[in-house]
């Protein structure tokens, strides 16, 4: 299954603003968080995310390139303004109760209200850009209020944000069946094989352009240790020891010395 996941606005578009926040930002963490949680728990997805930084692109841009990747499904994250408060999704409006859109908004709806904490809004229909553009079923989620202070709460807390990514991880991958990664029988160890760990968010963003000149799939995944923020470049997740020291070889083979592998 082919995710295009796109955190809305970015760069000299900062979206909604409100109690301190960007909507960019706010929406750019949880997209974040969420392609963390489907890589490292589920088989069969492949994602392309609009933008994994702060940079400016357009919705033309973002819509051409799902359409020439052929996603399967469209995900753009928002964040609501405007005096409200609580949790709503869209769907092209040019769409039936019963396309296929809204079958998978039945599905993720239902999922993320379970874990959000806001208030229900309801499934709604609108003739957004990246819902009408795109080639693919689309849902554009929006998640909480940035000008409501209760709403703005949560969104400055990275648990909540979590949580946000979870309940779209759980509503894709019931939507999608896809099926959860093994982990070892024996122990529930997934072994995590990471090409890198960096101080720089720009050499690991370096480290996953090598590496994807060289046909291998990784992302820049954050980590805190002892109060420092590490950037790892997370390349495969296997239940499987040997599976992950077959990647570990094929590192080494490109030349990265500096691979490991972490158990958890
Ligand atoms: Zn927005």
């Known amino acids: 299954m082919k995710l295009y996941l796109d955190p809305g606005h970015g760069g000299t578009d900062p979206g909604a603003q409100g109690n301190g926040l960007n909507e960019k930002d706010v929406t750019l963490d949880i997209a974040l968080k969420l392609r963390t949680i489907l890589l490292n728990q589920y088989e069969n ?47 092209y409006s040019g769409l039936s109760d019963t396309s296929t859109s809204a079958k998978y908004q039945d599905i993720i709806h239902a999922e993320v209200l379970k874990l959000n904490g806001l208030t229900d809004r309801g499934q709604k229909k609108a003739n957004f850009h990246v819902l009408r553009e795109s ?8 998640n909480g209020f940035i000008d409501n202070t209760h709403d703005a709460g949560l969104m400055k807390q990275s648990s909540w944000r979590q949580n946000v990514a ?25 072994y995590k094989v990471i090409a890198g760990s960096f101080q720089s968010r720009e050499n690991a963003d370096d480290r996953v352009t090598y590496l994807s000149s060289k046909g291998i799939d990784s992302f820049v995944d954050t980590v805190t240790i002892s109060g420092k923020i590490w950037y ?33």
């Open 45 to 91: 997805i492949d994602i392309k995310m609009s933008r994994t930084s702060d940079i400016t692109k357009g919705l033309t841009e973002r819509t051409n390139e799902a359409n020439s990747w052929g996603a399967d499904y469209y995900l753009a994250i928002h964040i609501n303004a405007g005096g409200g408060t609580g949790y709503e999704d869209y769907i």
């Open 135 to 142: 080639h693919m079923p689309a849902l554009l989620s929006e």
């Open 166 to 190: 979870q309940g779209h991880a759980n509503g894709l991958a019931k939507a999608f069946n896809l099926p959860k990664k093994a982990v070892d029988p024996g122990t529930g160890t997934l």
């Open 232 to 264: 790892r470049v997370q390349a495969g997740a296997y239940g499987n020891r040997a599976n992950a020291d077959d990647r570990l070889n094929e590192l080494k083979q490109v030349g990265i010395t500096d691979a490991f592998i972490i158990a958890e």
